[in-house]
């Protein structure tokens, strides 16, 4: 069977210097950030080094520091150093803010806080805003990320949108299409990253489990208005317990793997963990915590598939109709199974497929589960008389499972997603593997 090397180029905002290698897994701290505004200790800096190194053995390759301070950043900095982990920078002290009026600091010392910071080999981003919203939070912004990029072009200038249940953005008012708009068209970023965290939010329900969530239509909404613009699309998810929430004592693992699957599903380039109080790092200690090794095997699995991820161009996501069904937030954004380009029937309750393209036209199909307690077992009715590989989630080679079929046989665990690509039959069989053009 031919093997196919096939180069891709890194991806990034076309009107813009900074550029994407590989596929961004990053976290939002290192340890706990409830203190992080707050009087800290020796204890705290020691445990949030600990969590730093933590990071890195889960497989992130980016660590963030959210809500730091001066003082906390630079631990996470000096740690980050020493380890050979990568970090986002921000010093809510020092520069940025969180959201509409959120401001921490007497001056917005961007300038001098890149300044100061660059001679730091681990600093790989700077988070300039938190999820701006006013316009004259997405104008300082711009004008933040305007600098960061002359003066460090070699770093990811950072900002983050928010979800649709901010109050001055809900779905309800028809307002978050058009904030996604204001936001990508005034700050022109660098990549598109929003967050949405349904588990534990007044409207959640179990039994529904992420059914009747507005993340689905926010992932499409942001998809279709980044993918317009040519800007790569990121997206947070939800990795953790929220104490003041009764799902506390029920949250498992299976539903950060779906929500992180989701992200995949719509295209992301970067997939972002929100962990804050109790995830896979322990909180009273900065050591693995309770869902380490599961955590480390999904970065490990989605570091595997980046390569090709990297090369893809998410084309159309389809949902079976149990999710939203006849809800208006999805209203104009549904794509029917009928317009499928290689897939004719077979989707069960709470599945999903995307389709995909590389440079070269080569075809792939994503199918998640999006039930995290229950397995699903799919027969995909195709189009067309097929060759199927499967994108392996061990070494990212592709490996032939169907050879001139019209069915697709799927079986996936609870939250999780396979990644195939689908060959024309009439073709001789061959496998692809892609490697960074720069």
Known sequence: MQHKLLGRKPVGNPRRVWKQDNLLISVASAGPMETSLKEKNEYTYRKTRRAVKTCVDAGFNLIGCLWADSKMAMEIVRAAEACGGNVQFQDLKRFGGMGRKNVFCEKNDYEGAIEDTKQWKCIKAYCLWDEPITEERLTETRRMLDYCEQVRPDVL???????????????????????????????????MSFDYYPIGKPEYDAALQLDNSTMWSDLEIVRRAAKKRDIPMCFWYQAQRFPWHKVYYTFHFNM????????????????????????????????????????????????????????????????????????????????????????????????????????????????????????????????????????SKKDGEQVLCEEAAMTLPVYLEPGDLKLYRIQDAAEDLYTIEYYLDK
């Open 256 to 391: 950060a793997r779906s929500m992180a699957h989701a992200g995949v599903l719509h295209g992301c380039k970067g997939i972002e963990c929100y962990t804050e109080f109790d995830g896979f790092v322990d909180p009273a200690t900065g050591r693995e915590g309770v869902f380490f090794e599961p955590q480390k095997r999904l970065n490990t699995e989605l570091l595997n598939l980046g390569n090709t991820l990297m090369a893809l161009t998410c084309d159309r996501v389809i949902h079976d109709g149990t999710l939203l069904p006849d809800h208006p937030a999805m209203e104009g954004l549904r794509t029917p199974l009928e317009e499928s380009e290689l897939v004719a029937s077979g989707l069960v309750p709470r599945t999903s497929i995307s389709e995909h393209t590389d440079p070269y036209g080569n075809r792939y199909l994503m199918v998640l589960n999006r039930d995290y307690e229950q397995t699903a077992t799919l027969s995909l009715r195709l189009k067309k008389s097929s060759h199927i590989y499967e994108v």
């Open 157 to 191: 200038p950072y900002t983050v949108a928010n979800p649709d249940y901010n109050r001055h953005c809900r779905w309800e008012d028809n307002a978050y299409a058009p904030y996604i708009d204001s936001f990508l068209d005034t700050i022109d970023p660098v990549q």
